[in-house]
Each structure stands twice: as structure tokens, then as C-alpha cells.
């Protein structure tokens, strides 16, 4: 029997579907086998952003606009599969944030969770409900879904950061509201570091009562997550595929620090070669320390400080540094955890 359609049965199917078209309907059958496909088939493309490249056009954005009318002075860092979409990876947004001494990023809330780690420069500060931190390089520090939050640099000097927010996630769900107040900066209700004391030092106040998933602790310093990492590589050997590989966390639950999106840091040692690495979270990282090279598939990055790049969702990759490296990076693993579809697999 000949396996081509016979030209009666095709303009008859045709019709069928142009008639239940009419009333937005469609033929499951026709799409199957491209909706629900044997691997992950992301439109995510490996990817890195070189420092030394996005740097000058960083300072040239803070020549061109402020930050009070960009009310963010962000240079998007668009995944080239999803251009336009103002999207890392398919579910995760990540941008390089500016702001020159004097400046105020103007106070708004929003329902999308955000992270801020720190890049370059020193000596600005965040405000998250009420509460400023100043900011060094390797800092991670969370902005809770639906809190009052601005920046201010009173240094001498320009300060940049990574953003990552689940954007497409929230805007998945129809669930984008935003604020601003009428004021540009919120009042400072607290003391800096009060967070910090209160759910940063293994402890937590008898009397506390969460109230949200987020993590209460919004700072997360760059210096104990090194000793931490340097402690974990004096203990022992590293992961064979990732090396020495901690998450953040929500010290009142240990649940992940964002609800939306995880949050690591690794230490590969020096010399560091690993084993092929796969998993279903796509994820965009941040080089803090060190150089080395990034296998994505059939393409190679050679990395080296304040670069990022990103791996997509079940691509083998493989990692190697020439010196002791240190990589922060962020996926929406949480997600993909809470709904039983994270996936890995080791070589």
C-alpha cells in the first residue's frame, strides 16, 4: 500500500480543517510530534559576553541617558535564539545595569523577583524596603517579588551589575503588576546590615513567621561565600563535572533563596577539566574570578573576568580553568523542581 496521502483524502482533511478552524479549533495530530519532542528542543543558543567588549558601550549608555529617565539604564543581555524577546534563556531575563556617581535609580515594586550580582565597582547602594546595603563586587543580593526597592551611588565611581529576573515566567502567567511611589527614593527605616544580623549568621529571631518564600535575607556578601567555597575545597575533591558547587539559600526554610530562580556559585580549581554535564535548566553565568574555557556542545568560550555566557536547557557542556576560577550563575531550576521536570545527567 503506497504510504503517500491520496490527493481526495489530503483536499478532504483540508477542508475539515479550514471548517473547525473557523471556530478555533485545531487537529492535535498535525503538531504532536513538534510540541512534544523526544529531548528538549530549545530555541537557547550558547552564548558569552565579553567584558572588555560590553564595557565601552556601558560607559557610552551612561553618556547618552540617566538613570532617572531610563528609570534602569540596562544594556539587555539578549540570547541571539530569542532576539526581541528581551530573554537570556526561554524563561530568564539578565541585563547590565549602570549607575554613575550621584545617581538615583528612581524607587518602583514590582511583582517580578529579581537578583542583583555585583560586576564592578564599589561603594553603591540598594534599598529594599526600607533597608540600604552598600554593594562589592560579588555580592548577591535578592529583590523579593513585590517589594519597594532603588539604587544610589554616592562613591566616586561607576558601579555595574548582573539583573536577573523571572520576567517570562511571571509574564507566562499574566501576572505583571508594577508601582512606582511618589517619591524617587523610599525613606530608610532601617539600619544597614539589620537583615543580615537577623537571618545571616545560621540563626533566626524566636518570634519570626515567614511570609513569603523568599528568603528575608536579601544580602548575600561576596567574602563569606568565598571562605565558604575555599573551605569546601581545602575539605575535599571537587565534583568531577562542576567542581566545588554551592546554592543559596532561604536560611528560614533551606529552600532556594527566590522561589522563581536558583542561585549558585562554584570554585573550579586550578587546572580544573571536567566531565561532560547535562541538565534541563537553562542557565546564564557570571565569571567573579579566574579564567578557563566553556564547551557547549560542538562551541567553545574562553572566559576570563566579568564575562558571562550561557548554557542552554540539555546541551552537554564541559568546564575547565586554567586558574582557580569562580563562577556565579542563575537558572530557574526552582521551577523546574516544583513541578517534577528537572532533569540531570553526568558522563
Known amino acids: 500500500m503506497s504510504a503517500v496521502m491520496q490527493p481526495n483524502v489530503a483536499a478532504e482533511r483540508q477542508a475539515f480543517y479550514d471548517k473547525i478552524d473557523q471556530a478555533n479549533v485545531a487537529p492535535l495530530w498535525e503538531v504532536l510530534h513538534a510540541i512534544i519532542t523526544p529531548t528538549p528542543n530549545t530555541p537557547c543558543r550558547p552564548y558569552l559576553w565579553q567584558w572588555d567588549l560590553v564595557w565601552p558601550w556601558i560607559q557610552e549608555a551612561g553618556r547618552l541617558i540617566t538613570a532617572k529617565e531610563a528609570e534602569r539604564r540596562v544594556l539587555v543581555l539578549e540570547n541571539p535564539g530569542l532576539r526581541g524577546r528581551t530573554r537570556v534563556t526561554h ?73 536577573g529576573l523571572d520576567i517570562a515566567i511571571v509574564e507566562l502567567l499574566d501576572a505583571q503588576f508594577m508601582e512606582r511611589p511618589a517619591a524617587e527614593s523610599q525613606r ?15 540563626m533566626l529571631p524566636v518570634n519570626f513567621k515567614p511570609k513569603s518564600k523568599t528568603s528575608p535575607l536579601f544580602w548575600y556578601p561576596y567574602e563569606r561565600t568565598r571562605e565558604a567555597l575555599a573551605e569546601l575545597a581545602r575539605a575535599g575533591d571537587p565534583h568531577p563535572c562542576y567542581g566545588h558547587k554551592l546554592k543559596f539559600t532561604n536560611p528560614a526554610t533551606g529552600g532556594w533563596a527566590i522561589p ?17 554535564y547535562r541538565a534541563t535548566d537553562s542557565t546564564c553565568y557570571s565569571v567573579v574570578e579566574g579564567r578557563g574555557r566553556m564547551t557547549v556542545g560542538s562551541e567553545g568560550f574562553a572566559f576570563a573576568p566579568k564575562d558571562h555566557f550561557v548554557v542552554p536547557s540539555w546541551l552537554p557542556h564541559v568546564l575547565e580553568a586554567d586558574d582557580e576560577a569562580v563562577l556565579f550563575s542563575f537558572s530557574d531550576r526552582p521551577v523546574q523542581e516544583a513541578l517534577d521536570l528537572w532533569r540531570e545527567q553526568e558522563s
Open 91 to 163: 524563561s530568564l531575563y539578565a541585563g547590565l545595569q549602570l549607575i554613575l556617581p550621584g545617581e538615583v535609580a528612581p524607587a518602583h515594586r514590582h511583582s517580578q523577583s529579581a537578583l542583583r550580582f555585583i560586576v564592578h565597582g564599589r561603594g553603591a547602594y540598594t534599598a529594599v524596603e526600607g533597608e540600604r546595603v552598600t554593594m562589592r563586587p560579588g555580592d548577591f543580593i535578592i529583590t523579593p517579588s513585590w517589594t519597594w526597592h532603588d539604587h544610589g551611588n554616592p562613591s566616586a565611581e561607576p558601579m555595574v551589575w548582573l539583573d
Open 188 to 202: 530608610t527605616t532601617r539600619t544597614e546590615g539589620e537583615s543580615f544580623a537577623r537571618f545571616g549568621n545560621t
Open 260 to 276: 522563581t530562580i536558583g542561585s549558585f556559585m562554584q570554585l573550579l580549581p586550578k587546572g580544573f577539566r571536567g566531565r561532560p
